[in-house]
């Protein structure tokens, strides 16, 4: 982080977090499609989703990160890169995609109810904090490393 002059990222609220994925890896944004659950798989896969004759496996965003679902939160699947495989991330809400300067991000900090593992920065939005996720660590314990 202290070695580029920009953060490209798209920033999303998982309950009450505002948390933000790295731009790289984020291929498309989809409005919450209904998911086919599969039976005996962790409770954090929502399920299979049918994008353009594609199927994908969602990761619900709130059961990862612990979060209470928020009322009025629309919803949203990120559709990420991890591993060379693309993957859904429920979300509560997709915020803005934002070129933050080097200087508004923090590297990791210890943050109440969030697992710092999951940190990979700290950075500031009109004023108020958001997480960079570390989306690998987040995905690993249900897809692998």
Do not use: W
């Not at 202290?2 to 953060?7: M, Y």
């Not at 199927?55 to 990420?80: C, K, N, P, S, W």
């Not at 943050?111 to 958001?130: E, I, K, S, T």
Request: a neutral charge; proline letters at 6%; hydrophobic letters at 50%.
């Amino acid at each position: 982080m202290a070695n580029s002059k920009t953060l490209h990222a798209v920033i999303f609220r998982i309950g009450a977090l505002i948390c933000a994925a790295p731009a790289g890896i984020v291929r498309e944004i989809l409005p919450r499609l209904p998911a086919t659950r599969i039976p005996g798989v962790a409770q954090a896969i929502e399920g299979l989703v049918n994008v353009r004759g594609t199927l994908l496996t969602v990761l619900d965003g709130h059961v990862l990160l612990q979060q209470e679902r928020r009322a009025g939160d629309e919803g949203a699947i990120v559709l990420v890169e991890v591993g060379g495989r693309r993957y859904g991330l429920g979300v509560g809400q997709v915020l803005d995609f934002l070129e933050v300067p080097a200087q508004s991000v923090a590297e990791r900090a210890e943050l109440p109810g969030v697992d710092p593992r999951l940190v990979r920065a700290v950075g500031l939005r009109d004023g108020q904090h958001f997480i960079l996720l570390d989306i690998d660590r987040l995905f690993e314990p249900i897809i692998g490393a």
